[in-house]
């Protein structure tokens, strides 16, 4: 469905605001102005922001921040990033993170719940819709996800 982005970014941080507010967690969207709408299957799209958002809260400590932005990239492309100052990734697990059930160092997700297949279920959905998804994330920094979406879908693409 055709999907404002600002409205979609109030919606996700939204959902959080109560685990946020009990990390004291801040959350902050950095929209362009005049975004147009944009169509994609939203309950999916919905999936890909709850499972970034929600690993930001899982791997920010209390007091941090996280950044939703939504921009026009190139012209044809919406451009989506969700930033924290966390914990972040090592170097050496950066290259399989969108793998299925792979997750970082078992001691420090293991009272963090989940099975390891957010990620790879984002970059499916995002393909589906035509789009890219990619990680950048140092140790002990923070991690910044960036996907797109295109403002034509192609034919064949979700949602069409
Ligand atoms: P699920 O999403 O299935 O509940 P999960 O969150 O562990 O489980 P993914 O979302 O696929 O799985 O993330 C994979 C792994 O990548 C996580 O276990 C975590 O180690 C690491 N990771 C993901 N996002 C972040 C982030 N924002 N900061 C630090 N590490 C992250
Ligand atoms: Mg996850």
Do not use: C
């Not at 404002?4 to 946020?20: H, K, T, Y």
């Not at 400590?61 to 044809?76: F, S």
């Not at 950066?94 to 160092?105: C, M, N």
């Amino acid at each position: 469905e055709w999907t404002d982005p600002a409205e979609m970014l109030e919606e996700v941080a939204d959902r959080f605001a109560f685990q946020l507010q009990q990390r004291h967690i801040r959350i902050r969207q950095k929209v362009e102005t005049r975004l147009k709408p944009v169509l994609v299957d939203r309950d999916k799209i919905d999936q890909v922001l709850d499972n970034l958002v929600s690993n930001s809260v899982k791997y920010t400590g209390d007091g941090g921040w996280i950044e939703l932005t939504a921009r026009v990239k190139d012209e044809k492309w919406l451009q989506v990033t969700v930033e924290d100052n966390g914990v972040g990734i090592p170097k050496k697990d950066l290259e399989r993170i969108f793998e299925r059930f792979y997750r970082v160092d078992k001691a420090r997700s293991r009272n963090m719940g989940g099975t390891g297949l957010g990620l790879s279920i984002a970059r499916e959905i995002i393909k589906a819709h035509g789009g890219t998804i990619s990680l950048d994330s140092e140790y002990n920094k923070g991690t910044k996800v960036t996907f797109t979406l295109p403002y034509s879908p192609q034919e064949g693409s979700e949602p069409a």
